[in-house]
Each structure stands twice: as structure tokens, then as C-alpha cells.
């Protein structure tokens, strides 16, 4: 697509709905806050600032570690109805895992999530790879290709209850058995509210050019992003639809680059390791997403992309992901509340003046 008829870079909060959020390190600077409070004075923070979207994690049990990262966590689909109610125009998300809800449940959760915010919600789909947290409620995790195979099943049918005439919609799948399916009220959004899903495997891929309409990814380096980003959209353009890219960075700035290099550094020495290693093994068993992390990589939150130096290089490093083929970006802090007020006043402003935001 031409550069003039891209959309502007779409900005983005991974927000702490969890402990822990995303470092997997004991070096905190301030004390780990995933209350609904919080999340309700970032979200509005957020919004004041000229973010376009909230991000939230689903996780059901924590990584163990000195730290048990993500141990505590605010289930997505509640977390969005009051941050929904308490913001005006920002678009939040919710995340589900396939086996853990039926699809008329989400799609039913969905339609009311999208009125109470008025149009401004979206799901993250995702299959599931924590044999853990799965375990604990007696369900077996797939194999990776069936799981995939009923996460298309599972989309189709959110896409039909949405769309169809209500009462007129059925599927049958070994998975699911859907007679007259019903849903009302049907989302405010048409044709749907933005379906994203976060996988990365070759599965993933292709779920994501058939069926969603975002792919938020987290590419090893700044390099590996363009190959990446491109494979999600031409497989799209093969079955005629377009999706959209968006990255993970973890963003952190200061004055000069020295001081930002070396807050980055108290981090990845303060690894949590045991916690590190667990969710990288979960994730490296479960999926096909880690190829390419080193576990000091997953200290900085969790195999996002370090976007560090001074507010300058950051905003040149975010406008060069744009750049690469990156449609927008999921941001992870380490002080959150201020850094997300201090990105409206810092960062914003560059990103504008480079024509990158709106
Ligand atoms: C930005 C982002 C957000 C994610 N959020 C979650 C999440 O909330 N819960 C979860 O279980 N997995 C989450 N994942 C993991 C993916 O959804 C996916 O299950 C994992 O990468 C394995 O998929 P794959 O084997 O198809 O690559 C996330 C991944 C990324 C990149």
C-alpha cells in the first residue's frame, strides 16, 4: 500500500492488569501495583496522552520465581468492562483462551463489552500453551495443530453470532455444536469488534490472514521485523484481506542513553531466572514462539523489543518500526503510570512532528 494511504501508527499500552508486569527481574523501583485503581488511572492517563488502545495479559496462575511473575492477574473480560465504563474514547481489549470459554459465552461477553464502551472494544484470541495453568482446571492442551484448527472453529462461530441474524446461525465442528445460535445484543461495531490474535507459528499465520484482523507480534530484533510483518500481510492479500501488524517494544528513557543503558542493566542483572526460565520453557514446550530469545532477553519484558536511549532515539526508534512494517505497538513500561503521562508530553509531540501519529 502507498505510504500516503497507511494509517497513522497506532500507539498502544500492554497494560499491568498482573504482578509483575512484563519485567522478569526483582529490581522494581517503585511497589508492583496491579490493582483495578491503578489500571483505571493509567487507562485514563493513557488516553489524555493520545494512546489509542489498552492491552491486558490473561494469565490464571503465576511463573514461580522470587518474583512468581504474573502470579497475580485481573481476569480481561471483567478488567475491561469498568475500564471501558471508565474511559471515553480509548479502545480496550479483553484476552481469551480457546479452552477455557465457549464461543457463545465470549461472543455474548463480547456484544455486551462492546456496547458498554460504545464501540470500543476487541478481543485477543488466544489457542493456549501453559500445560500449567491448563492442568490445573483438567484440561488437556491439544496438539499444536489441532488447537489451532479449533481456534478457527472458535472465530467462525464469534463471526457468525456477531454478523448472522440472530437465532439463525449454526456450525458443527468436533469441537462445538452450535443449533440456531443467538446472541443479542449483537456488538455495536460492524461488521465486528477487531479480532487480534498473537501467535507467531506457522498455524498462527495463517489463522491470522484467514480470519483476524490483527497480528501483535514481538520479532527477536528491529531486523527480524520487516520479514516478519510482510509474511502476516501477503498471506492475508492470498485469501484477499488485509491485516495489520503491531509490535511489542519496552520503552525507556532518560536524559542521556548512558543513564537509560544502565537502568536496562540493573534490570537484566536482577533476572529472575527460576520465573524466566519457567515461562520460556512453558512457552518453547507449548509453542513454537520462542526461537530466538535468550533468557537475559526475557528480563526485559518478557521478549519484547528494547526501545532505550533518550526521548529522541526513542521516538526515532518506534517511527523506524513503522518504518519496517509495523502498524502500531503494544508498550511496556517500568515505572507505568508516569512513564505513560511522560510519553504524552515527551514522546508524542516527536512521533507527530516525524508524521508518524496522528
Ligand atoms: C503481544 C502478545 C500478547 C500475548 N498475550 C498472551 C496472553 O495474554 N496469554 C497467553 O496465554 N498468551 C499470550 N501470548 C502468547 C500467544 O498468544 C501465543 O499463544 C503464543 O505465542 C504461542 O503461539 P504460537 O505457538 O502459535 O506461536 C501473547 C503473545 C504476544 C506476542
Redesign the pocket.
Known sequence: MPESERDPFQLGIFMPNCSHAYCISSYKPEPDDWTYESNKNIAQAAEAAGFDFLFP???WRGFGGETNYLGTSLETMTWAAAILAATQTIRVYS?V?VPVFHPLVAAKMGGTLDHIGQGRWGI?I?????ATEFGMMGIELLP?KERYQRTTAFIEILKGLWTQEPGSFTHVSPWYQITDGYVMPQPMQQPHPPIVN????D??RDLVARLCDWA???PPSAEATPDMADDFKQRAQGYGRQVRCAG?PFVLWRETEREAQAEVQRIMDQTDMVAAQNWASG?SIG???MTGFSLKMLALGAGALPVVGTAEQVAEQLARLYELGMDGV?IEFLHYYDDTVRFGKEIVPLLRQMGVVA
Open positions: 495479559v490473561s494469565r484476552t483462551h485477543n488466544v489457542s493456549g500453551w501453559s499444536h498473537a501467535g507467531t507459528s498455524a498462527a501483535f507480534i514481538a511489542m512457552l509453542s513454537e514462539s503494544l
